[in-house]
C-alpha cells in the first residue's frame, strides 16, 4: 500500500538555526499539506500545496516558513530561523482526488533547543 | 467550517461495541462528515467518510440521521489496538481540496 514517508523522524535544532523537513507524497497524489501537533495540544494546519504554489496557509505559516517541491517526489518544509515554540510533531499529508482523504505521513519530531 | 463537538474521552473493553457521537448542529448542505483516528505519536488516518444514512467499511460504520446534524462511529468488538484519538471532521468537499480542521477528538481506551 502506497505511504507517505517524512525523514528525519527526528531532528534536534538550535534556536535561530534553519531545519528542512523533508517528504514524499504518494507519487500519483496532485495535493500536499504540512500540519504541526504541538505535545498533548490538536494538530494544527500550516499550508496546502497544488500546481508547484502555496494554496492556502495558516497564521502560524509566518515569513519564517517556506515550502518546496524541488523536484517531482519531494516535498519540503523549511524554518529559516527555528524558535523554541516551534518544537511540535510536523506532518506532511497529501490526498488525490477525494479531497477529505489525505494520507499523513509518520511525521518528524522537531526539539528546539 | 461547521463546528464539531464530541465527548473528549470514552473508555471500553475488549469486545464490545463503541459509539463515539459528534455534534454539527451548523452543518451545511454541502459538507460531508469525516472521520479520522490517531495513534500516539503517529499521523491521522482516515477512517470513513459519509454524507448521510449508513456508510460501512472493514473499519467502522457511519450513522448519520436525516438531519444529519450529528453522526456516530461505530467501531465493532473493539480490541486494544483500538486505543486512539478518533476525530471528526465537517467539510464540504466539492470546494476541491481543502485543510483539514482537527478538533481535541474523543480519547479512546480499550482494556482488557
Known amino acids: 500500500e502506497p505511504e507517505v514517508t517524512q525523514t528525519p523522524s527526528h531532528q534536534v535544532t538550535q534556536m535561530g538555526q534553519e531545519v528542512i523537513l523533508r517528504c514524499v507524497p504518494i507519487?500519483?497524489?496532485?495535493?500536499f499539506y504540512w500540519y504541526r501537533q504541538i505535545l498533548g495540544q490538536k494538530v494544527e494546519f500550516l499550508v496546502s500545496?497544488?500546481?508547484?504554489?502555496?494554496?492556502?496557509k495558516s497564521e502560524i505559516f509566518d515569513d519564517q516558513f517556506s515550502v518546496e517541491r524541488p523536484d517531482g517526489s519531494n516535498f519540503t518544509l523549511k524554518i529559516r530561523s527555528t524558535k523554541l515554540e516551534d518544537s511540535a510533531m510536523y506532518f506532511c499529508?497529501?490526498?488525490?482526488?477525494?479531497?477529505?482523504?489525505?494520507?499523513f505521513g509518520p511525521g518528524t519530531r522537531l526539539t528546539v533547543l | 467550517l461547521a463546528k464539531t463537538t464530541q465527548p473528549i474521552s470514552m473508555d471500553s473493553y475488549e469486545g464490545q461495541e463503541v459509539n463515539i457521537t459528534c455534534s454539527h448542529n451548523?452543518?451545511?448542505?454541502?459538507?460531508?462528515i469525516t472521520w479520522y483516528q490517531q495513534f500516539p505519536s503517529q499521523g491521522p488516518r482516515f477512517i470513513i467518510q459519509g454524507y448521510k444514512t449508513k456508510v460501512k467499511n472493514e473499519v467502522a460504520s457511519l450513522f448519520i440521521p436525516a438531519d444529519r446534524k450529528s453522526s456516530t462511529l461505530s467501531l465493532p468488538r473493539v480490541s486494544l489496538s483500538d486505543t486512539a484519538v478518533y476525530y471528526c471532521?465537517?467539510?464540504?468537499?466539492?470546494?476541491?481540496?481543502?485543510?483539514?480542521?482537527f478538533g481535541t477528538g474523543t480519547r479512546l481506551l480499550v482494556s482488557p
Open positions: 451548523n452543518i451545511a448542505t454541502n459538507d460531508y
Open positions: 500545496f497544488y500546481n508547484n504554489e502555496i494554496s492556502e
Open positions: 471532521l465537517v467539510g464540504d468537499m466539492n470546494t476541491g481540496f481543502q485543510k483539514l480542521v
Open positions: 507519487s500519483n497524489h496532485l495535493y
Open positions: 499529508a497529501s490526498s488525490g482526488e477525494v479531497y477529505n482523504e489525505q494520507f
